[in-house]
Every structure is written in C-alpha cells, then in structure tokens.
C-alpha cells in the first residue's frame, strides 16, 4: 500500500513563505503527474498546482505568482513552495499523484494557516 508523506505545514504570519514537500514511502513507477489540492473549512478541495512527468507545470489563477511546484524525478518527490501567503491560503494540503489507470493516491494532508 503505497503511502504519501506529506511536510512542512505549519503557521506563518501575512506575507510569509512555506515549503510543502510529499514524498511516497515506497518507490513508485510511471507517474504521470503530481499535484498539491487544497481544502478550506466549509469549501471544496480544489487544485492548486500540477507538475506533469515532464515538468509541464498549471496553477489556480489564486496562487499564480506566489506559488512554485517542483518534483525530483528521482526521488518521486514533489514540493510546493509559498510565498506571500494570505489569510485565505488557510487550508489542509493534500498531495496528489497520479499514475493514470495504475492508480491514483492522496496524501493525509498538511495545516497551512496563515494568521497574525
């Protein structure tokens, strides 16, 4: 059962900066992207940033500017940096990665709040 092992949550004031890493607990194989969902109280989760096998990279028009997704290809590791955050980037983070019809995994999700 593959895992995903997501850190770097945590509370950081207006303006501040995070980086969110996710990484399996098992060598995976054939990934055809990986991503970072997010999901506020009484809200929807929704997409933040996707990283496709080829670095092809697409952002929520929200975080666009301010958030940067990388993976290392040889680790099957994915990363979300963020910077200037607001008020309203409080949410769970939830790593995604998606291996097509191999299968599909989400992370247990990561508190990012944003308050001063």
């Known amino acids: 059962q593959v895992q995903l092992v997501e850190s770097g949550g945590g509370l950081v004031q207006p303006g501040g900066s995070l980086r969110l890493s996710c990484a399996p607990s098992t060598t995976i194989f054939n990934i055809n992207a990986m991503a970072w969902y997010r999901q506020a109280p009484g809200k929807q989760r929704e997409l933040v940033a996707r990283i496709t096998s080829g670095g092809s990279t697409n952002y929520a028009d929200s975080v666009k500017g301010r958030f940067t997704i990388s993976r290392d290809n040889g680790k099957n590791t994915v990363f979300l940096q963020m910077n200037s955050l607001k008020p309203e980037d409080t949410a769970v983070y939830y790593c995604?990665?998606?291996?097509?019809?191999?299968?599909?995994?989400w992370g247990q999700g990561t508190q990012v709040t944003v308050s001063s």
């Open positions: 995604f990665v998606d291996r097509g019809l191999r299968g599909m995994y």
